[in-house]
């Protein structure tokens, strides 16, 4: 069964770093998108970058290309995201997903869905 997990979260000061990793199974990533998105209490499901293939690196409109950046290592089927500069209003549950050939900001149009990574970011 196709699977994707994500590690990588925990509890940061505000101007630290991350590196979230999302690990694919049963995944070719020559055809599929692997998007990241956050969602906040209250808040709805956004989508932060998404890479696939045929696209390259995807931003979405709001997300910040000078803070965050998304990447993968073929080798290991693992696509990362690196969150630089960290503010309190990034705290969220982080979540990798999978969805076939190229990318979208709409969280419904992704197939697979990992649990999420918690990110709390303290002032």
């Known amino acids: 069964q196709v699977k994707v997990v994500e590690s990588g979260g925990g509890s940061v000061q505000s101007g630290e770093s991350l590196r979230l990793s999302c690990a694919t199974s049963?995944?070719?990533?020559?055809?599929?998108?692997i998007g990241w998105f956050r969602q906040a209490p209250g808040k709805a499901r956004e989508g932060i970058l998404c890479?696939?293939?045929?696209?390259?690196?995807?931003y979405y409109s709001h997300s910040d290309q000078d803070r965050f950046a998304i990447s993968r290592d073929n080798a290991e089927n693992t696509v990362y995201l690196q969150m630089n500069s960290l503010k309190p209003e990034d705290s969220a549950v982080y979540y990798c997903?999978?969805?076939?050939?190229?990318?979208?900001?709409?969280?419904?149009?992704?197939?697979?869905w990992g649990q999420g990574s918690q990110v709390t970011v303290s002032s």
């Open positions: 890479l696939s293939n045929a696209e390259g690196r995807v």
């Open positions: 049963n995944i070719n990533l020559d055809y599929w998108a």
């Open positions: 997903a999978a969805k076939f050939r190229t990318c979208s900001e709409t969280p419904g149009r992704f197939d697979y």
